[in-house]
């Protein structure tokens, strides 16, 4: 058993700091432009937009 917190073999780590992430969409009609925003420690937001 090893205790090393690499995983075996070849891999590669990646850190993402995120800052926001924005999530667009078209509503089921198609009639609107929908937009979710969140940022670390808020709510998401969502905008609605013709």
Same mark, same amino acid.
Request: hydrophobic share 40%; proline share 8%; net charge positive.
């Given at each position: 058993?090893? #205790?090393?917190?690499e =995983? =075996?073999?070849? +891999?590669? *780590? +990646? @850190? &993402?700091d995120l #800052?926001?992430a /924005? &999530? #667009?969409? /078209?509503d $089921?009609?198609g $009639?609107?432009l929908?937009? @979710? &925003?969140?940022? =670390?420690g $808020? *709510?998401?937001k969502v905008i609605? @937009? $013709?």
């Open positions: 058993m090893t #205790t090393s917190t =995983p =075996p073999g070849d +891999f590669h *780590a +990646f @850190r &993402l #800052t926001e /924005v &999530l #667009t969409t /078209v $089921q009609e $009639q609107l929908v937009i @979710r &925003l969140w940022r =670390p $808020q *709510a998401v609605k @937009r $013709q």
